[in-house]
C-alpha cells in the first residue's frame, strides 16, 4: 500500500532541515485532525465505504474538476453509475493507468484516445467494474466529504462546458449528454 491518496494537500511551514520521515508524519497528522472529524466519520460510516474507498472515490473527484461545488454532484454520478452496474468510465483512471507521457511531459494525458481506453490496468475503469484499486490523487478536503456525503441526484453523466470555465452540464441520459458536446 502507498500513502497515495493519504497526504494531505496544503501549505505546510516546516523547518529547512526537516527530515523527510518527519515532513510525511506532519502531513499525515493533517491527514488525520483535518479529514478524520466526528462528522466525516459518521458519515463514512453511513456511506457504507471503508476509509481506503472513500479517498479513492475523493481522488476520482479531484481529478474530475476544480470547482468545490460541483465535487458532491459529480460524486452523485459515479454512484449512481454504481448502484445499476455501470462502470465509472472516468478518464483520469486512465490517465493514472497509463503514467508519464514523456512526449507531453505529463502525468495526465489529455486527451486520451480509443486505444488508451483498452490500457489493460486494474486502474482502468473503461474496462473495470467498481472503483480502481486505490487513489489515484491526494484529495482536497472538499472532494472527500463529497465522496462520503455526495448529492442526490439522478444524473449518470456530465461533460465539460463548452465555455471554458472548466464547469460540467450534468445529465441523465446519455442523449442529453451528447447533445452537450462542443462544436
Given at each position: 500500500m502507498?500513502?497515495?491518496?493519504?497526504?494531505f494537500p496544503g501549505n505546510y511551514s516546516v523547518k529547512p532541515d526537516i527530515s523527510l520521515e518527519n515532513f510525511v508524519?506532519?502531513?499525515?497528522?493533517?491527514?488525520?485532525?483535518?479529514?478524520?472529524?466526528?462528522e466525516?466519520?459518521?458519515?463514512?460510516?453511513n456511506s457504507g465505504l471503508?476509509?481506503?474507498q472513500a479517498l479513492t472515490m475523493a481522488s476520482i473527484i479531484q481529478r474530475e474538476t476544480i470547482a468545490e461545488e460541483e465535487m458532491a454532484t459529480i460524486a452523485s454520478?459515479?454512484?449512481?453509475?454504481?448502484?445499476?452496474?455501470m462502470r465509472l468510465e472516468t478518464d483520469p483512471t486512465v490517465q493514472y493507468a497509463l503514467g508519464y507521457?514523456?512526449?507531453?511531459?505529463?502525468?495526465w494525458k489529455s486527451p486520451l484516445t480509443f486505444t488508451d481506453l483498452e490500457a489493460n490496468s486494474p486502474y482502468n475503469t473503461y474496462r473495470n467494474p467498481g472503483l480502481p484499486p486505490g487513489p489515484i490523487s491526494n484529495p482536497s478536503l472538499n472532494a472527500i466529504k463529497a465522496?462520503?456525503?455526495?448529492?442526490?441526484?439522478?444524473?449518470?453523466?456530465?461533460?465539460?462546458?463548452?465555455d471554458g470555465s472548466l464547469?460540467?452540464?450534468?445529465?441523465?441520459t446519455y442523449e442529453e449528454h451528447l447533445n452537450f458536446g462542443c462544436d
Open positions: 502507498t500513502l497515495e491518496g493519504y497526504l508524519a506532519e502531513i499525515l497528522t493533517r491527514f488525520k485532525t483535518s479529514v478524520l472529524t466526528e466525516f466519520e459518521k458519515d463514512l460510516q471503508t476509509l481506503h454520478v459515479f454512484y449512481n453509475r454504481l448502484a445499476i452496474g507521457d514523456a512526449q507531453k511531459n505529463t502525468w465522496a462520503v456525503a455526495p448529492a442526490e441526484t439522478d444524473y449518470l453523466f456530465f461533460r465539460a462546458k463548452c464547469t460540467h452540464n450534468f445529465s441523465k
